[in-house]
């Protein structure tokens, strides 16, 4: 069982990359039990979220503003 700051770790390098196997299982596992990084994990990709269509927005609006 990894530990709350493995997990934290773990669940942030899930959103810059493909995690392996092993990881997956292990955040998942510690993700059932805890629900303190239940809530860490919500965020994480509540915020990569928000940044992907902040992103986005933007490009289409320099876009816009360049016609």
Not at 35 to 46: K, L, N, S, W
Request: proline residues 0%.
């Amino acid at each position: 069982m990894v530990t709350c700051k493995e997990a934290s770790r773990i669940g942030s390098e899930a959103l810059d990359r493909k995690l392996g196997f092993r990881e997956r299982v292990l955040l998942r596992m510690h993700l059932a039990l805890c629900e303190g990084c239940r809530r860490v994990d919500a965020q994480y990709r509540f915020l990569r979220r928000a940044m992907s269509e902040w992103v986005e927005s933007s490009f289409e609006k320099d876009a816009a503003d360049q016609r």
